[in-house]
């Protein structure tokens, strides 16, 4: 049986194929996105829905009305701009330290026998079985004050009182590089996997130490799927609400609690949907830069 590939499609074929990607990106990403900026042109009002209709017909007259009440309200007050800049800043920290601790493990596992690949592979894979909130509330257990981190210091005899990690920036900076780290290492695993070893070897053979090697040819190879694992990291992490919810403190106010105290507290539909829409288009970027390392790894594949 041959194996299937686009290559070997005609070209009406080959269109033909990439409908049902398309169909679904525009019945699952693009219908959702139209009528999130519907309503964030729209007024708020009571009722249901709690907004008003774009188009009125009135009199044989169809009229088009605009409110740009939420984008107005966005650019001008702080809080809104406190939450995207502190939403920036911590999905930044958490990607780089998923950096951090991701590529050596990503390497370890590229580079280990084909059976302890597989153990570490299941290892990293193994905390998707279990709920993302029973995951968090675990955490929660572990940072409390009276949590099994703070007891188990005190007991080996480090501490003396309790650290203060639960409701903290650390807490949430913890939760969210636990939660998101295998979103770095598989893509980056998957690139470093398909590193040509012959180049190692002539490197080895002409003499280059293990740290040049690396640092001339195994890192400048694998950057594509860096950036890939990084916006992996950085773009869900940017709208992040239960993390933040359940393990940081007040003061760690992020874009997702803002869209859903819109939501859900105020019932302002307008404002939380205008706030939806600017912070797709702030992740338009590193979504640019992650097609672009897409496009490049396509590109080396052929």
């Not at 409908?19 to 708020?44: C, D, G, Y």
Request: charge should be neutral.
């Amino acid at each position: 049986m041959n194996n299937f590939s686009f290559k070997n499609l005609k070209p009406d074929q080959h269109k033909m194929a990439i409908i049902p990607p398309f169909a679904w990106l525009v019945l699952f990403l693009l219908v959702p996105f139209l009528i999130v900026l519907k309503i964030s042109f729209a007024e708020s009002t009571f009722g249901i829905p709690p907004y008003s209709n774009l188009l009125e017909f009135k009199e044989g007259v169809i009229s088009l009305a605009l409110h740009l009440e939420g984008y107005i309200l966005i650019f001008t007050d702080g809080l809104f701009f406190h939450a995207y800049l502190n939403s920036l800043k911590m999905a930044a920290i958490t990607t780089i330290v998923c950096i951090l601790l991701g590529y050596p493990m990503a390497y370890y596992i590229a580079r280990a026998s084909e059976k302890t690949r597989n153990i570490l592979l299941l290892l990293v894979i193994l905390p998707f079985w279990t709920s993302l909130l029973l995951r968090v509330y675990a955490w929660v257990g572990i940072l409390r004050n009276e949590g099994l981190l703070n007891n188990a210091l005190m007991w080996l005899g480090i501490i003396d009182t309790p650290i203060e990690l639960y409701r903290t920036d650390i807490a949430v900076y913890i939760g969210m590089v636990y939660t998101y780290l295998p979103f770095f290492i598989l893509p980056l695993y998957t690139n470093l996997l398909k590193l040509d070893q012959r180049l190692l070897d002539a490197a080895s053979d002409l003499g280059a130490k293990p740290f040049s090697t690396f640092w001339h040819i195994t890192l400048p190879l694998s950057m594509p799927g860096v950036i890939s694992g990084a916006m992996l990291v950085f773009i869900p992490t940017v709208g992040e609400y239960v993390i933040p919810e359940l393990l940081g403190g007040t003061d760690v106010y992020m874009i997702g609690r803002v869209m859903w105290d819109q939501y859900f507290t105020d019932s302002n539909w307008p404002v939380a949907a205008a706030v939806a829409v600017c912070m797709i288009l702030l992740l338009l970027v590193p979504l640019v830069i992650y097609q672009r390392s897409q496009a490049q790894l396509m590109k080396e594949d052929k």
